[in-house]
């Protein structure tokens, strides 16, 4: 299993633009999480997918967006970029919705917006 | 407000060393606490999680309910060991939401 994969690894965009990012979770899991990750902080959750449909959304404004797809693949979109979205956003994958799964994450896309 | 606070931003030891890598926490009800690494160049992984009780590269966690802290520990730090630690409960209330400390940068000295 090649685990938790995401592409592309690095992308760098202006101010204004749109993004999708995209995700595919370990074979078998149903759930996708996505996480945001600034420069010398620690992620944070954006949202989670289950069985297709949004289970969780963090504090992020509606520029984020997610749709989970019938294969449990993942696109993270992001809309009217601004520098202060420049991140590495992970994708994580688990079996289930909720409980104590144990989140596994993928390597990450590193956006850079100027 | 859920918040997870880890105070050290780096946690500089030599090899044979004892470390301990603190982690507070504020969060109502009992959520399931993670450690997970972040090796140089590597993927986010996990380290250990509390419910399991395991040991995992000579690490241990013991949680302290009173105190609301899950501190990481090893008696013996080996070089292998440098790299960021984020403590992270687990919120499950209907969906899972991890919840990560800022991480603290552990860099072992030969």
């Known amino acids: 299993d090649a685990g938790v994969t995401q592409s592309p690894t690095h992308l760098i965009k202006t101010r204004g633009q749109h993004v999708t990012l995209r995700c595919s979770p370990i074979?078998?899991?149903?759930?996708v999480s996505w996480y945001q990750q600034v420069l010398g902080q620690g992620p944070q959750f954006i949202f989670q997918?289950?069985?297709?449909?949004?289970?969780g959304r963090g504090n992020f404004p509606d520029r984020f967006s997610a749709r989970q797809f019938p294969n449990y693949s993942s696109e993270l979109n992001v809309n009217a970029l601004l520098l202060g979205d420049s991140a590495l956003y992970l994708c994580?994958?688990?079996?289930?919705?909720?409980?104590?799964?144990?989140?596994?994450f993928g390597a990450g896309s590193r956006l850079t917006v100027l | 407000a859920q918040r997870v606070t880890q105070p050290e931003k780096l946690l500089s030891v030599f090899k044979g060393a004892p470390v301990e890598l603190k982690c507070n926490y504020s969060?109502?009800?009992?959520?399931?606490l993670f450690w997970y690494v972040q090796y140089s160049r590597q993927r986010l992984q996990l380290l250990l999680r509390h419910i399991s009780r395991e040991s995992i590269k000579g690490f241990t966690a013991d949680l302290n309910k009173g105190e609301t802290s899950f501190h990481l520990k090893k008696p013996f730090a080996q070089e292998e060991d440098s790299a960021m630690y984020y403590c992270a409960p687990l919120f499950s209330g209907g969906y899972n939401k991890l919840i990560f400390g800022a991480g603290t940068r552990l860099a072992v000295h030969p």
């Open positions: 969060y109502s009800g009992s959520p399931e």
């Open positions: 074979s078998g899991h149903k759930s």
């Open positions: 994580a994958s688990t079996k289930g919705q909720a409980g104590a799964n144990v989140l596994t």
């Open positions: 997918y289950y069985e297709k449909e949004e289970r």
